[in-house]
């Protein structure tokens, strides 16, 4: 569990990298795609693993950049906020894909070659001189 947690953090700090840089809205590719590389680097191999990375990344990137907009709304940055159709499906399209991000990073990692182990170092006893 403290490996999913690590993972999590680290996928919801390069995702909001990504979303902060990048010069266009991306919506939920970076947390998706962040996921999905994360899960596999760290090499979880449960779904339950999988989820927490998942929703962890999707749920603190959401929720930061939401605060950042929110606030360059109350700043009056912008002329007017306009509720349309993707603002009121955003949060379930982002919690079904992070469990299908969960799901393929799973997947992906299960596949992956375990590492290959060192053999023992064996010392060997010394004479005392």
Do not use: C, H
Not at 103 to 115: E, W
């Amino acid at each position: 569990m403290d490996r999913s947690i690590t993972a999590g953090i680290t996928g919801f700090l390069l995702a909001i990298a990504i979303n902060l840089f990048s010069p266009v809205y991306l919506y939920f590719v970076p947390s998706f795609l962040v996921a999905i590389i994360v899960i596999y680097y760290f090499r979880l191999g449960t779904l339950k693993d999988g989820l927490v990375v998942a929703f962890m990344t999707y749920i603190f990137n959401d929720g930061i950049l939401n605060t950042i907009s929110g606030a360059a709304y109350y700043n009056k940055q912008y002329p007017a906020f306009y509720v349309n159709a993707w603002v009121m499906i955003s949060p379930i399209v982002s919690a079904i894909t992070a469990v299908i991000a969960a799901y393929i990073g799973v997947t992906f990692a299960q596949g992956r070659k375990p590492a290959e182990e060192l053999p023992p170092i064996v010392q060997t006893q010394v004479p005392p001189a």
